[in-house]
C-alpha cells in the first residue's frame, strides 16, 4: 500500500527524432516527485539509449515482450497496474495506427491493449503525416475509445524546411496535461492528513456463484475520496463491488466481503479522518457452499445468516488508531432523524450523514443526495444536492473540524 500520493507514470517513448526530448520529461516529472518508468518501443532505441533513460527514472527500462526474466519478475499487466497514468510520447504515426486497431505485437503495445488505466498521448510527426485521412481517422477512433491528447504542436520540424503542424508538445505542456488527466492534489487544509474512506456494497458469497448484495452504487464514497483528494489530502479508499473508476490519485483497495473490508480498514495506515460510507451487508451466509447448490432436492435450500462485523463501529470505539474524526452514513427509510441519532451514539462515531433510501428518493444508485448531518451538536438538513457537492460540502466541514481541534494543522 502507498502511504504517500506519489504519481506513477509509465511512459511508453515511441521511435521518434522528439523521443530525446522525453528525457527532460522524465526529469521535470521526477523533480515534482512523480515516479516515472520507461518502456521503449524498438524504434525509440534508434533515438535514445535505454541506460540514459533508466539513469533519469531510476528504473528498469522495459522494451521486450518476450523478454522471460521481465516477464516472470513484473510482466505487461504489472506495469499497468503499477502505473495511475500512462503516457505516450512521442507517439509516432505508426503508433497510433497500432493502438487504433488493437494490435499487441510488441510489449508497448501489448500495455496498452491490456490496461485499465487512462492514457495520454503526446503524438509527433512529419506534418503530411498528421493530416493524412489515416492519421485522422485513427486519432478520432482513440479519442472516442477514451484516450486523451495532448499536441502535436505548429513549428519548425527536424527535417530541413518542413513546418506543420506535428511537433511533439511542449514538456510543460504535457505536465498540464498530465495534471488534468489524473489531477494533482493542491495544497490544500487536508495536505499532510490521511483520509480513510469506505464505500460501495459488500458481496457476500452463497455459494461459488450467487451471493447477496445491495443497491449501493458507491457513488457517494467516491466522490468523498475525490473530494478530499482536492483538498489536499492522502486517501485510501476500500471500496466494495462498484463499476466506477478509480479517482484520481487516491489509492484504492478493492474488496467483496464484509470481512475483507474490515481487515482492510484495520490494515490502513492511521487516518486522521474517517468517513464510512459503504453500504456493507448486515449478514453473510454463515457456511458459503463450495459448491454451486443444485436444484432439485426435496425442499428450497435454507440459508442460514450471521451478522457482519460492523466496521464504523469497530473503528469508533478503538482506542488505539482512532481517527480524530469518524463520520458514519446511515440509511433508513422511516424515522430518518431519530434512527440517525440513535445509531451515531450506539456506533460511538462522532458525526452521521443520514439519509433517505427509500425507493422513491433515487437516492440509492442515484446522483444526488439529500442529507441530515447530525453531531454532538444537534441536526443540521442540508438541501438535495449532487453527490459531488454533498461530499465536498462534508470533506470541508470535516477539514475545518480538524483545524480547530488540532493544534499541528
Ligand atoms: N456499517 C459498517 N459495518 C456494518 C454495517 C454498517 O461499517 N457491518 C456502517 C455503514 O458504513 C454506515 C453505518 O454503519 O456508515 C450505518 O449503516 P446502516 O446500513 O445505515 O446501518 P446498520 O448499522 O446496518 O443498521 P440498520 O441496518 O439496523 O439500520
Redesign the pocket.
Known sequence: MTETSQRRILLIIGGGIAAYKCLDLIRRLRERGDAVRCVMTKAASQFVTKLSVGALTNDRVFSDLFDLNDEREIGHIRLSREADLIVVAPATADLLAKMAGGHADDLATAILMATDKPVLVAAAMNPRMWSHPATTRNVALLSSDGISFVGPAAGEMAERGEAGIGRLAETLEIIAAIDRVIGRAAKGPLTGHHVLV?AGPTHEPIDPVRYIANRSSGKQGYAIAAAARALGADVTLVSGPVSLPDPAGVKVIRVET?AEMLSAVLAAPHADIGI???????WRVAEAADEKIKKGAAAAPQLTLTE??????TMSQRTAKRPALVI?????TEAVIA?ATA?RKS?G?DW?AANDVSHETGIMGGDRNTVHLITADGVESWPDMAKGDVAKRLVSRAAEHLARTQVDV
Do not use: Q
Open positions: 469506505t464484509a464510512f460510507a459503504a453500504a456493507v451487508a448486515d457482519n462485523p460492523d466496521i464504523l463501529k458514519g452514513f446511515a440509511a433508513e434512527h445509531k456506533k462515531c452521521i
